[in-house]
């Protein structure tokens, strides 16, 4: 099928979705469920859970058939909702927010236009690397604020702190954090932490 034909009748698959035709629901699956599970498989590692969310993407679609805005193409929305539930089901398994960082950092693309590949595993390690780098103070304010979500005013009652020391803290920590960063030449996580925690 060329790319116009497909464009033409994703077009009306999606309209046949809306009014709550099941087959056009499958025809969708049909464009965009390998895609789909490729994308979810890259970041779980274990077929059963990649199956798992792109099932739930797409009874999440069929669900909310009825409020779709799209019209031509309903790629961008598969993806959206794979990469929530991608986030919602590692932090539900094993709480740990820095899922959601590498999943941002790793759609950063590179300026030839490629995206970069890293285990999640590998960008752990080397966000620990760097944050033991710094002195513990700013370690502590960056975990507290980036890893257990607390705000400015919780962590200065947590330590103690007036929230300017820890707002002070913060900033010296995360700019402090990025040269570290552009030192082991991680060009995809300096634009992460310039756009996400700059």
């Known amino acids: 099928m060329s790319s116009l034909s497909q464009h033409r009748n994703e077009k009306v698959l999606i309209a046949e979705l809306k009014r709550g035709s099941e087959k056009a629901l499958d025809g969708v699956y049909a464009l965009y469920g390998k895609r789909l599970y490729a994308y979810c498989l890259e970041y779980t590692k274990l077929r059963e ?33 794979a990469k929530n539930l991608l986030i919602n089901a590692y932090r539900t398994r ?3 927010p820095d899922f959601e960082d590498f999943v941002h950092c790793s759609e950063v693309l590179s300026p030839d236009g490629h995206r970069c590949s890293m285990d999640y595993e590998d960008f752990v390690a080397q966000l620990n690397v760097s944050l033991n780098k710094l002195p513990k103070l700013q370690q502590q304010i960056i975990r507290l604020s980036k890893r257990e979500l607390l705000c400015n005013k919780d962590i200065a009652e947590r330590l103690g702190l007036s929230e300017q020391t820890v ?32």
């Open 167 to 198: 707002k002070n803290q913060l900033s010296l920590g995360l700019k402090a954090l990025k040269e570290e960063l552009k030192k082991a030449s991680l060009l995809f996580w300096i634009l992460f932490f310039v756009n996400l925690w700059g």
């Open 94 to 96: 094993i709480n740990e």
């Open 49 to 81: 859970d990649a199956e798992e969310i792109v099932e739930d993407v797409f009874v999440r679609l069929w669900m909310n058939r009825a409020s779709i805005r799209q019209d031509e193409t309903l790629q961008a929305l598969l993806f959206i909702m």
